[in-house]
């Protein structure tokens, strides 16, 4: 069946560095790519997305580009900042944000 | 921007009673929303599809008799765990389909999520 394989956190970085969360995944046909923040208290999140290979998703400074032959969605951010400090969830969905499949999440909290 | 609300955040129950979480679309129309729960450690896991006005589809594995799911109107549905148990302690979260479908860019809104604690 489709999966979303995340790296496990949690992940703890110091304000100012690189942020990579790996996610790659499996699935029949050809997914929509999504990340989801959760920052504590509050919901989801659509952080950004992708919907074919190649394309590079980007929002407020994140970014991941769909790989359709590594099967991967990686995140990366060039600076973080302790208000980054949430949960991040890679999903996928077949027939575009219907119902999707997410990956375990991977918590980052940021230091100052 | 949308938003989903859901209530309660946070629930304690005691074993075999029902409790209810309501889940709100407050600035849009929902024809579609969609039942998550999340296990301590673990992933999203899709429970139902609820379509307003009509059944609700569930996931292979989930009970239907025991997570009742009503989408009665376009701004909610409601999710009532029946005769809960310890091991239904969980994080349920909903999201909704704004109606306006391609307008509005087949966008997903999630809600805050409820704590279930069955005791």
């Known amino acids: 069946g489709d999966s979303v394989t995340q790296m496990e956190g949690p992940v703890t970085l110091s304000e100012e560095a690189f942020l990579t969360i790996n996610c790659t995944y499996t699935?029949?046909?050809?997914?929509?790519l999504f990340w989801y923040v959760q920052y504590p208290g509050e919901g989801l999140q659509l952080l950004l997305k992708?919907?074919?290979?190649?394309d590079k998703g980007s929002n407020k400074g994140f970014e991941a580009t769909y790989r359709k032959e590594t099967t991967s969605f990686h995140l990366e951010k060039g600076s973080v900042q302790v208000s980054d400090s949430a949960v991040y969830f890679c999903?996928?969905?077949?027939?575009?944000?219907?119902?999707?499949?997410f990956g375990p999440g991977t918590r980052l909290s940021v230091l100052p | 921007g949308a938003v989903v609300s859901q209530h309660p955040s946070r629930v304690i129950c005691k074993s075999g009673t029902s409790v209810k979480i309501e889940c709100r679309s407050l600035?849009?129309?929902?024809?579609?929303m969609f039942w998550y729960r999340q296990f301590p450690k673990q992933s999203l896991m899709l429970m139902a599809t609820?379509?307003?006005?009509?059944?609700?589809?569930?996931e292979q594995g989930v009970e239907k008799d025991k997570f009742l799911i009503n989408h009665a109107s376009l701004t909610l549905s409601t999710l009532t765990v029946t005769s809960a148990h310890p091991e239904d302690s969980s994080f349920y979260i909903c999201?909704?389909?704004?109606?306006?479908?391609?307008?509005?860019?087949?966008?997903?809104?999630f809600g805050e999520g409820s704590w279930l604690t069955v005791v």
């Open positions: 999201s909704a389909r704004d109606r306006g479908g391609a307008s509005s860019g087949n966008t997903i809104y």
């Open positions: 699935a029949t046909g050809y997914p929509s």
């Open positions: 992708a919907t074919k290979a190649d």
């Open positions: 999903a996928l969905s077949l027939n575009y944000g219907q119902n999707f499949v």
């Open positions: 600035d849009f129309q929902a024809t579609t």
């Open positions: 609820s379509n307003e006005g009509s059944k609700a589809t569930y």
